[in-house]
């Protein structure tokens, strides 16, 4: 059998046969839309996505709550973020993330504090609005520095009917401030992916849109538009990716007003309209507020990529395309400036990665977004799968990888298993939860939701650390140790 993975896509396709025997007619025929092979040319690959998964599948995809307080509102690190519920779901979103942010917490930020309604069974019984308002007057009384609060909904609050929204709007009129119900159950949808739709929409409705009492402080006294304002939207500051990434997009000239929403405030929400761009990194998750802005605002957007050299070159030139020759030249003189770093850092580590086959399966943007820098050590992408990919960013991946490339949906952990077990990738990046099991096959693995607690990862700072990072996965002497299940003794 084959074992040249570049462009075998024959090989790969009868992997995908041999998986898919196992399983029962129904399964097998269901199975079957959610993986294919990129054929070359092909700016489709016909993958199915955003489709409920197979009851009795162990999937890694999330919730509408986890995509809401966990992704988009958890970050925003003056607000205070209650998980109105059962303490489980909000003691498992807390701090998992790694959003990095400045302040004082437990003063001016609380990104990283947890707070919940604590459900009890009389909750469940009498319902938990009552104990929802004491709670937003606990929290008044205990952090008077919050600029708001969000109500994360959990499934029971759906069951039950709590009228959450009369709660926000009363407390919201005493005191002073915004709060927001947001109606992310877990149960709502197919996966995380709509509870970022529904924060979204929360954002558009209760922060854009409402009504501002005349005795508050004008969030943006002394705020001055420029024509280089721009928003980076849909990066969540793991590891300080943010920082990383404003870093050299204030050094070519631009000024970045708000980053959403990782270290980000409630006055850099209301802030966001007025950029003269929206840079989106997590097209996923970001994508419904930046339409919603261009068409009410005409605040233009473009999806950016700041991983590995190669997409900061071109993303950076395409970003300057919207501005005038003065950001241009920067961009070159930035480019310029830093190449030699990453010269340095491929010059390093290429030897000893080029050639390596990489497996990528995450969410949001990363098993497109993450090609290229994987490319510049000499590293080659053999698969590529999404956790809660809609169908635009699969019609979007196919421009980064190769053809012969395996392309996988909602993958269960048998097919996952079994494709490393016949590609036998070098490197294997997904989330927490395959993390052990597949280190376990003797397959080196970093785990690329959040960094393996490293990063940043974004932009040319990031890219030495990634770097280094993978060097140390892949030739860490551990893995001489012992033999991986399908190696004969």
Request: charged share 30%; net charge negative.
């Amino acid at each position: 059998m084959s074992l040249d993975y570049e462009n075998d896509r024959e090989f790969h396709e009868q992997v995908i046969e041999d998986v898919l025997e196992t399983y029962p007619e129904k399964t097998r025929k269901r199975r079957k839309k959610h993986l294919n092979v990129v054929s070359e040319g092909d700016s489709d690959c016909g993958v199915k996505s955003n489709i409920k998964s197979m009851p009795g599948v162990m999937t890694v995809r999330g919730c509408a709550y986890a995509g809401s307080k966990g992704v988009v509102w958890g970050p925003i690190k003056d607000m205070v973020h209650i998980s109105h519920g059962p303490v489980g779901c909000g003691h498992y979103s807390w701090g998992q993330r790694r959003n990095y942010y400045t302040g004082e917490t437990g003063i001016n930020t609380f990104a990283a504090m947890q707070f919940t309604s604590d459900f009890q069974e009389r909750d469940i019984v009498f319902g938990g609005d009552k104990k929802l308002r004491e709670l937003i007057d606990e929290i008044e009384t205990l952090f008077p520095l919050t600029k708001g609060v969000t109500i994360q909904s959990e499934c029971p609050v759906g069951l039950i009917g709590d009228d959450i929204e009369a709660v926000a709007k009363d407390k919201g009129k005493a005191l002073d401030k915004p709060v927001v119900p947001v109606r992310c159950e877990g149960f709502r949808g197919v996966s995380q992916s709509l509870g970022h739709h529904i924060a979204n929409d929360t954002i558009r409705d209760w922060i854009f849109d409402r009504e501002k009492p005349s005795d508050l402080e004008d969030p943006d006294a002394g705020f001055e538009p420029s024509p280089y304002d721009v928003v980076v939207i849909g990066d969540y500051n793991i590891g300080g990716d943010c920082w990383a990434s404003r870093k050299i997009l204030e050094e070519v000239g631009l000024r970045v007003i708000a980053q959403w929403t990782g270290d980000t405030s409630l006055a850099e929400l209301e802030r966001a309209p007025k950029a003269k761009l929206n840079l989106i990194h997590c097209y996923r998750s970001m994508n419904y507020i930046s339409r919603h802005m261009e068409e009410k605002y005409g605040t233009p957007w473009m999806e950016f990529n700041f991983f590995g050299p190669s997409k900061i070159e071109t993303s950076l030139r395409a970003i300057a395309e919207n501005f005038d020759d003065t950001i241009k030249e920067n961009v070159e003189k930035v480019i310029a400036k830093y190449r030699p770093l990453a010269d340095q850092v491929i010059e390093k580590y290429r030897p000893r990665l080029e050639g390596k086959k990489v497996m990528l399966y995450v969410g949001g943007l990363r098993p497109r977004h993450m090609v290229s820098a994987y490319e510049d050590l000499g590293m080659e992408i053999v698969g590529a799968g999404y956790e809660f990919a809609h169908k635009d960013d699969y019609q979007r991946t196919m421009s980064h990888v190769k053809d012969g490339t395996l392309i996988f949906d909602d993958v269960t952990a048998y097919e996952m298993e079994k494709f490393i077990e016949r590609i036998r990738p070098d490197l294997v990046g997904s989330g927490i939860k395959e993390k052990y099991p597949i280190q376990k096959m003797g397959v080196p693995f970093r785990q690329v939701h959040s960094w393996d607690y490293s990063g940043p990862y974004h932009a040319y700072d990031g890219f030495a650390i990634f770097a280094k990072d993978m060097d140390l996965a892949i030739n860490n002497p551990v893995w001489g140790k012992f033999k991986a299940p399908w190696v004969e003794a």
